[in-house]
């Protein structure tokens, strides 16, 4: 089994910051890439930014100069910094990892809620 936890949402002025963390925990022998995706109401889900194990990474249009994915493989988490935050940011929030288990394997975690909002 693997989990995934995540945390760092909540309510944010426009133009504020808050940083997402989302750490993977259970039967984990190798970890590919890691990233994060939203979705906000009556929206679909959107691939917002994610980091290979070599530390590429690969930003939605919406959010480049902004966000900033990083990861700590020694403790199997991923970061999102999101600064400069805009109304049109409010979303779910969702992490996920892929690892090695024979092929490529996708986990997910519980969603985090951020909205910006004066």
């Known amino acids: 089994q693997v989990q995934l936890v995540e945390s760092g949402g909540g309510l944010v002025q426009p133009g504020g910051s808050l940083r997402l963390s989302c750490a993977a925990s259970g039967s984990i022998r190798s970890i590919n890439a890691m990233g994060w995706y939203r979705q906000a109401p009556g929206k679909q889900r959107e691939k917002v930014a994610s980091i290979t194990t070599g530390g590429s990474t690969n930003y939605a249009d919406s959010v480049k100069g902004r966000f900033a994915i990083s990861r700590d493989n020694a403790k199997n988490t991923v970061y999102l910094q999101m600064n400069s935050l805009k109304p049109e940011d409010t979303a779910v929030y969702y992490c996920?990892?892929?690892?090695?288990?024979?092929?490529?394997?996708?986990?997910w975690g519980q969603g985090t809620q951020v909205t910006v909002s004066s």
């Open positions: 996920y990892v892929d690892l090695v288990v024979g092929g490529i394997r996708r986990y």
